[in-house]
């Protein structure tokens, strides 16, 4: 299917684990990006992909790691998951990095931490 | 220091009527774009409306219409004739073009109400 897909979508781990999102496209975008959305603080940028072998950090970035090997694909890991880390985890990509270019959403993972 | 803001935590709106929803935004680029989408409760995320720094006209889409005032550093989103469907999240959103790689910043969001 076309689109962009998240894996899984939903997640339930124990403090301290380590844990991975996946995160497909089959559009060919370049950029992806991962957030986290959390109430009364809307999406915040995790980390973001600007190609393959190009990430940079975004506004939240500590205790997460990206790669991004492969254009379609943009993991987003959880070295040693917190409580502090439980949220919902999106996933985007858009075309370019032009100011006119829009994002388009994954589902989204609901990640429990225990 | 806060991107994108969005002060209105909640607002409702009885349904055939018009609302506003306030983002104000901070950047020092000459050309930037705004975004709105829409977050139902099933989680989706829904571009809804685009309006470029360059822009000479506020955009429009369907019910949806930007009030952008570039001095003022405000992208207002107005919904015309609200329909109970209409009720969601809504994120105002923001990309910079600078050198290098560009993100795009959300605010915190606007939970809309329309009432029948």
């Known amino acids: 299917d076309a689109g962009i897909t998240q894996s899984p979508r939903y997640k339930i781990t124990e403090t301290g684990r380590q844990v991975t999102l996946m995160c497909h496209q089959t559009w060919s975008h370049s950029y992806m990006f991962w957030y986290r959305q959390d109430l009364g603080h809307g999406l915040r940028l995790i980390y973001y992909s600007a190609a393959a072998d190009i990430t940079d950090k975004g506004e939240v970035p500590d205790g997460y790691v990206v790669s991004r090997s492969k254009t379609e694909n943009f993991p987003l890991t959880l070295e040693s998951a917190t409580r502090s880390q439980t949220s919902v985890y999106f996933c985007?990509?858009?075309?370019?990095?032009?100011?006119?270019?829009?994002?388009?959403f994954g589902q989204g993972t609901r990640l429990t931490v225990v | 220091a806060q991107k994108i803001t969005q002060t209105q935590p909640g607002m409702f709106v009885q349904e055939k009527e018009a609302v506003t929803l306030d983002c104000t935004y901070d950047t020092s680029d000459p050309s930037y774009g705004l975004f709105w989408y829409k977050q139902p409760s099933s989680g989706e995320m829904i571009f809804l409306i685009y309006?470029?720094?360059?822009?000479?006209q506020n955009a429009t889409e369907g019910r949806y219409s930007l009030n952008f005032q570039k001095a003022r550093k405000s992208a207002n989103l107005v919904i015309s004739a609200s329909q109970l469907g209409d009720s969601a999240m809504y994120f105002c959103?923001?990309?910079?073009?600078?050198?290098?790689?560009?993100?795009?910043?959300f605010g915190a969001g606007t939970r809309l109400a329309v009432h029948p």
């Open positions: 985007a990509s858009s075309e370019s990095g032009s100011v006119n270019t829009e994002a388009f």
């Open positions: 309006q470029g720094s360059y822009d000479q």
């Open positions: 959103a923001m990309r910079e073009a600078r050198m290098g790689y560009n993100k795009l910043i």
